[in-house]
């Protein structure tokens, strides 16, 4: 049966149920599988037949997991990952060679801004960066040995929207790779295949587990592109838990609702940090004050789940927003049911020179948070208390 609407996917995708016939998929803790005969293994191990070999290479749990995520991004394949990192890294170690190189946009997460600056370099690939307002600047960038575009949209922290046509439409004319991290949006809230990606990530320890209990990430895209990472993590290891494949399936199945009321709550915190004195400026997609407001109703259902804020009076005066903080948890995670609240400058991006900070729109009080499932007046009121 053809299942077209996401909620259902997410619910009704499942694997094969066993002669037990049970209603909800079973946990398949097994390292490995057993044949019915020498030929049978031959034909497995020579790919002749589809079948689970060794849960390194695959799983039931990591199967179905996978078959949704694939079906609501529009993906032709996909592979899971033991955290979101795991499957960045992977994704461009299977795809990249030696003196290749990569175009990002400067706007990404700290840990990707590392393995592009210091781990990549040691097989001599290298990046160009383009600034969020500087998509005129890309072609420019692009060199012979050129193989990738990638970026995040919404980007951490800053939520800034990027034109993913516009970098679809690049990378198809310079036969480049796009690659789309969709953590922040989720496959619920937008689907960047349709817009040319080739291939999207998501960490989905974020809001894809959604109750802050597992690691675990994915790619999925182009079956060409996803049989190189296939390959390449089969022989590496880094493959996602079958425990945590198994959550991440059935936290799917609530991920629509759960979205639903983060992106409700999230507005309406946006718009209460919009009217505060001790707020300089609010970040939030379906805010008609953000710049990119247009964009983003273009691109996504809702305005996911991250609202960014300046705070006024600098570094110092974050450090003493967030001890002022009562309700809402200190912690570098989000897509959390718990409300959190970060401080770029002074914690998960203290390490970036200033001046790079900043081209990314970290300023020294920008306040990231993620916003809960918590009622949305005890959000606000400790967000009220902290700033006061």
């Given at each position: 049966?053809?299942?077209?609407?996401t909620?259902?996917?997410?619910?009704?995708?499942?694997?094969?149920r066993?002669?037990?016939?049970?209603?909800s998929?079973?946990?398949?803790?097994?390292s490995?599988y057993?044949?019915?005969?020498?030929?049978?293994?031959?034909?497995?191990f020579?790919d002749?037949k589809?079948?689970?070999?060794?849960?390194?290479?695959?799983?039931?749990?990591?199967?179905?997991?996978?078959?949704?995520i694939?079906l609501?991004e529009?993906?032709?394949?996909?592979?899971?990952?033991a955290?979101?990192?795991?499957?960045?890294?992977?994704?461009?170690a299977?795809?990249?060679?030696a003196?290749?190189?990569?175009?990002?946009c400067r706007?990404?997460?700290g840990s990707?801004?590392?393995?592009?600056n210091?781990?990549?370099p040691?097989?001599?690939?290298?990046?160009?960066y383009?600034?969020?307002?500087?998509?005129?600047?890309?072609?420019?960038?692009?060199?012979?040995n050129t193989k990738?575009?990638?970026?995040?949209?919404?980007?951490?922290?800053?939520?800034?929207i990027l034109d993913?046509?516009?970098?679809?439409?690049?990378?198809?004319?310079?036969?480049?790779?796009?690659?789309i991290?969709?953590?922040?949006?989720t496959?619920?809230?937008?689907?960047?295949?349709?817009?040319?990606a080739?291939?999207?990530?998501?960490?989905?320890?974020?809001?894809?587990?959604?109750?802050?209990?597992?690691?675990g990430?994915?790619?999925?895209?182009?079956s060409?592109?996803?049989?190189?990472?296939?390959?390449?993590?089969?022989?590496?290891g880094?493959?996602l838990?079958?425990?945590?494949?198994?959550?991440?399936?059935?936290s799917?199945?609530?991920?629509?609702?759960?979205v639903d009321?983060?992106c409700?709550?999230?507005?309406?915190?946006?718009t209460f940090?919009?009217?505060h004195?001790?707020?300089?400026?609010?970040?939030y997609p379906?805010l008609?004050?953000?710049p990119?407001?247009e964009?983003?109703?273009?691109?996504?259902s809702?305005?996911?789940?991250?609202?960014?804020?300046?705070i006024?009076?600098?570094?110092?005066?974050?450090?003493?927003?967030?001890?002022?903080?009562?309700?809402?948890?200190?912690?570098?995670?989000?897509?959390?049911t718990?409300?959190?609240?970060t401080h770029?400058a002074?914690?998960?991006?203290?390490?970036?020179?200033?001046?790079?900070?900043?081209?990314?729109?970290i300023?020294?009080?920008l306040i990231?948070?993620?916003?809960?499932?918590?009622h949305?007046e005890d959000?606000?009121?400790d967000?009220?208390?902290?700033?006061n």
């Amino acid at each position: 049966m053809n299942l077209k609407h996401t909620e259902t996917q997410a619910i009704r995708t499942q694997i094969e149920r066993s002669q037990f016939l049970e209603h909800s998929s079973p946990l398949y803790l097994t390292s490995s599988y057993v044949f019915e005969d020498a030929e049978d293994m031959r034909a497995s191990f020579a790919d002749e037949k589809q079948r689970n070999i060794y849960s390194r290479y695959s799983n039931p749990n990591t199967s179905e997991f996978v078959e949704k995520i694939c079906l609501m991004e529009g993906a032709e394949r996909g592979y899971a990952f033991a955290s979101g990192m795991s499957a960045v890294f992977s994704t461009f170690a299977a795809l990249l060679n030696a003196d290749d190189h990569i175009v990002s946009c400067r706007s990404i997460f700290g840990s990707t801004q590392t393995l592009f600056n210091n781990i990549l370099p040691k097989w001599n690939i290298s990046n160009s960066y383009f600034k969020i307002d500087e998509l005129d600047t890309i072609e420019s960038l692009i060199q012979p040995n050129t193989k990738v575009i990638y970026a995040e949209s919404p980007t951490n922290p800053a939520v800034d929207i990027l034109d993913l046509q516009r970098l679809g439409d690049i990378a198809k004319k310079h036969g480049l790779i796009f690659i789309i991290d969709n953590c922040f949006a989720t496959p619920y809230l937008q689907q960047p295949i349709k817009f040319g990606a080739d291939l999207v990530i998501h960490s989905a320890t974020k809001l894809i587990d959604g109750q802050g209990r597992v690691l675990g990430g994915v790619t999925v895209g182009s079956s060409e592109l996803i049989q190189k990472i296939y390959l390449f993590s089969r022989n590496t290891g880094p493959a996602l838990s079958p425990f945590n494949a198994w959550i991440l399936s059935k936290s799917l199945e609530t991920l629509p609702v759960r979205v639903d009321r983060h992106c409700d709550n999230a507005l309406k915190v946006a718009t209460f940090l919009e009217s505060h004195g001790n707020v300089n400026f609010v970040k939030y997609p379906f805010l008609k004050s953000h710049p990119q407001y247009e964009l983003a109703k273009k691109q996504m259902s809702q305005g996911g789940t991250i609202v960014a804020f300046e705070i006024k009076g600098g570094i110092e005066a974050g450090r003493k927003f967030l001890n002022a903080i009562q309700l809402l948890s200190l912690s570098a995670n989000l897509g959390d049911t718990r409300s959190i609240v970060t401080h770029p400058a002074s914690t998960t991006h203290a390490k970036i020179p200033e001046d790079i900070r900043l081209q990314t729109g970290i300023t020294g009080g920008l306040i990231r948070v993620s916003v809960g499932l918590e009622h949305p007046e005890d959000i606000i009121n400790d967000l009220k208390q902290a700033l006061n």
